[in-house]
């Protein structure tokens, strides 16, 4: 069974930045579709962003649009968020998943990793 390894989670100061990766245990795993998402304490899961195996294709929540960045290394077979100008209500663990079309529904995605904590202090 292929596994989501998600890293690059910590805890940084509002205004902040981190980089989340993304990879799958079998390098040779892939889908359509890669996203993020995350559930902040006491919330449920939501949609951060989501990109095409191509690339050309990235959605995000209006929440993070114009602070978050998508993106895709093929060659590493490895997804990446970059989040900038963190605020405290992004905190929260964030979830990488794989699914068959860069879409914001997750019950289209079948694969999830565990989860990375992100904590921004005010």
């Known amino acids: 069974q292929v596994q989501l390894v998600e890293s690059g989670g910590g805890l940084v100061q509002a205004g902040g930045s981190l980089r989340l990766s993304c990879a799958p245990s079998?390098?040779?795993?892939?889908?359509?579709?890669m996203g993020w998402f995350r559930q902040a304490p006491g919330k449920e899961r939501e949609f951060v962003a989501v990109i095409s195996r191509s690339g050309g294709n990235t959605y995000y929540a209006d929440s993070v649009k114009g602070r978050f960045t998508i993106s895709t290394d093929n060659t590493k077979n490895t997804v990446y968020l970059q989040m900038n100008s963190l605020k405290p209500e992004d905190t929260a663990v964030y979830y990488c998943a794989a699914g068959g079309a860069p879409v914001s529904r997750q019950s289209l995605y079948d694969y999830w990793g565990q989860g990375t904590q992100v904590t921004v202090s005010s």
């Open positions: 079998r390098r040779t795993f892939s889908r359509d579709a």
